[in-house]
């Protein structure tokens, strides 16, 4: 059988040094066509590294970077991008619409300004100045100012800070949309529930190395932990010391308890305490999983 | 056993952009530059009034009763003096301040067509320059009864308005290197003393001859002989000094291009 997969970013053994620091470390990375790939990494790991390889801000000193087969530098590239950053501030004085007019100048065939207004979710801000928006609604604007060129690639770096919960859902809504009609997303972000609403594939980066390379299942199937809750009377400290439990911590009124053995566990808990109640048996998050795989790396590098 | 056919994205879809829209973009790029300025009068202002404070106080007040050329020497004098400024400030202080805040990061990771944003900047000081001008021909025809005819107060707005250009040059260039706050300082540590040093507040005559000698150096010395020509005076030959600014003007552009490619 013969797949066709369209490359549409790449990294091939991209080494980039900042005065004898190393920020990014031979990194290997493919991005295709229509995917959804969050970058997750402590700070420091590489990841604003990486984003500013693969916009041509920053120059590799070794290896090869591609956007859409070409040089990121190369302006016809950048044509099939969008990019939301991190930290931007956008000419104050300026309307909405005078933003969005100003950078859709910028693409051969960027959407209509109903379409953008539409999917980002910004109708009502268009006549306003910048600098009167709330932080929140300054990045929807952003977002929008990244779709409006109607791109087949897009960057956005730590989207839904300073977003209030709806708006959070609604920007998750018009990302999955854009997925949908075949746009590639490269998505970095804190909140880990975002690489887990939104994500098809999770790449940690540490060290300016990726260390994992999956979906969002691969990576949590890593770390074999659950956590167990339930209200009962049992000592913390005396469920930690038994067998194939990880730690046990009281947390208001419940304990928390974390296995690789959930079964032998409850049967144990069950045996102990026939008066427990309120049992909640939950797989580890993609939270607990990313912690767990980074203290992994920092224990070794230590040992090492 | 699967095999992977790796292949480029489609190159089918063409991604040149017709001129027209380069064109466009261009145009939106300095529209926007001129306008987020003219919205924001309390950066451009205090640019364009504080050389013609100066000139309204030394060119004028104190040298009401002038003698003979005086008054029009004072006026060539305080107008390369006042275009210095936007071309300095407006730049420099405003390169230095979006390199800080990230809009020249974002500016350079969306495809804006190459220079669009200093032709924006540029387009803008320009305006500047023709606006101090401007205010300084009204003060020294309507207040200083300076004699001056029509043709040679054009002259003065035209060579005001490209002189300004070498030092949009120097301002990227120290925009280029230092960062948000720090350049206002730095920039006014060049702004004053080259002034000085060019004989635009006491002609170079009347400084030691050492600094005499040394004013070559400081391309303001170069732009007061052809603000000075604009209105009547000197007969020194001109073009050496419209190619020391534009030489001037091309070195330090390099030079700050070359910093903001490699270090943004």
Redesign the interface.
């Known amino acids: 059988?013969?797949?066709?997969?369209?490359?549409?970013a790449s990294l091939a053994g991209a080494i980039k040094r900042y005065d004898g620091l190393t920020a990014v470390d031979g990194l290997n990375l493919m991005l295709q066509?229509g995917e959804l790939l969050a970058l997750l990494g402590p700070n420091g790991a590489g990841k604003s590294t990486t984003i500013g390889l693969l916009?041509?801000?920053?120059r590799a000193d070794a290896g090869r970077v591609e956007l859409?087969?070409r040089d990121p530098q190369d302006?016809?590239a950048?044509?099939?991008?969008g990019?939301m950053?991190?930290?931007?501030?956008?000419?104050?004085?300026?309307r909405v619409s005078?933003?969005l007019?100003?950078?859709m100048?910028?693409?051969?065939a960027p959407r209509t300004l109903e379409e953008t207004v539409e999917l980002a979710g910004i109708a009502q801000y268009l006549d306003r100045r910048y600098a009167k928006l709330s932080g929140g609604e300054q990045r929807r604007v952003q977002f929008a100012l990244a779709l409006c060129?109607r791109p087949?690639l897009l960057?956005l770096d730590e989207p839904t800070v300073g977003m209030d919960i709806d708006a959070r859902q609604r920007l998750w809504t018009s990302i999955r949309r854009l997925v949908a009609e075949g746009c590639s997303v490269v998505l970095t972000t804190h909140y880990l529930e975002e690489a887990e609403a939104l994500a098809q594939r999770v790449v940690v980066l540490a060290n300016g190395r990726v260390v994992s390379d999956g979906s969002v299942d691969e990576l949590r199937s890593r770390v074999s932990l659950t956590r167990i809750r339930c209200v009962t009377d049992l000592d913390a400290e005396a469920v930690a010391a038994w067998p194939r439990v990880t730690g046990a911590e009281r947390e208001g009124g419940s304990l928390s308890i974390r296995t690789d053995a959930a079964e032998h566990v409850l049967r144990r808990l069950l045996d102990a305490d026939p008066q427990l109640s309120g049992l909640e048996v939950t797989r580890a998050g993609l939270a607990e999983a990313f912690t767990a795989l980074t203290n992994e790396l920092a224990q070794e590098r230590e040992a090492a | 056993m699967?095999?992977?056919?790796?292949?480029?994205?489609?190159?089918s879809i063409d991604?040149?952009?017709?001129w027209q829209?380069v064109l466009?973009?261009y145009?939106?790029?300095a529209r926007?530059e001129c306008?987020?300025y003219l919205?924001?009068p309390g950066f451009m202002l205090p640019v364009m009034l504080f050389p013609t404070m100066f000139y309204l106080l030394f060119g004028i007040v104190m040298n009401h009763n002038a003698p003979g050329d005086v008054p029009r020497y004072l006026l060539a004098s305080y107008a390369v003096f006042g275009v210095m400024s936007p071309g300095l400030f407006g730049f420099g202080v405003s390169l230095a301040a979006?390199r800080e805040?990230?809009?020249l990061?974002?500016k350079?990771?969306?495809?804006?067509?190459?220079g669009a944003y200093l032709l924006g900047k540029m387009l803008m000081a320009m305006l500047a320059a023709g606006g101090v001008v401007l205010l300084l021909l009204a003060m020294a025809t309507g207040l200083g009864h300076v004699p001056l005819s029509a043709g040679q107060g054009m002259r003065l707005l035209l060579t005001g308005m490209l002189g300004v250009l070498p030092f949009c040059a120097l301002g990227m260039l120290v925009g280029a290197y230092v960062k948000g706050q720090g350049a206002p300082g730095v920039l006014n540590l060049i702004y004053l003393p080259m002034s000085f040093l060019s004989g635009l507040w006491i002609p170079l005559a009347m400084l030691p001859a050492t600094l005499q000698r040394l004013a070559p150096i400081w391309p303001s010395a170069h732009l007061q002989p052809l603000a000075l020509s604009a209105v009547g005076l000197g007969k020194d030959a001109l073009w050496p000094h419209v190619l020391a600014l534009a030489g001037y003007g091309l070195v330090f552009f390099m030079l700050a291009a070359r910093r903001l490619r490699r270090v943004?």
Do not use: C, K, W
Not at chain 1, 1 to 8: D, I, K, L, P, R
Not at chain 1, 87 to 94: D, K, S
Not at chain 2, 15 to 18: D, E, S
Not at chain 2, 108 to 114: D, I
């Open positions: 059988m013969t797949a066709t997969v369209a490359v549409v066509r916009l041509g801000l920053v859409f087969g302006i016809a950048r044509r099939r991008i990019v950053l991190q930290q931007a501030a956008l000419p104050a004085t300026l005078e933003l007019a100003l950078t100048s910028y693409y051969p060129g087949e960057f | 699967n095999t992977l056919h790796v292949a480029d994205a489609p190159r991604h040149a952009m017709p829209r466009g973009a145009v939106a790029e926007s306008l987020r919205r924001a979006e805040n990230g809009l990061t974002l350079r990771a969306l495809p804006m067509p190459p943004g």
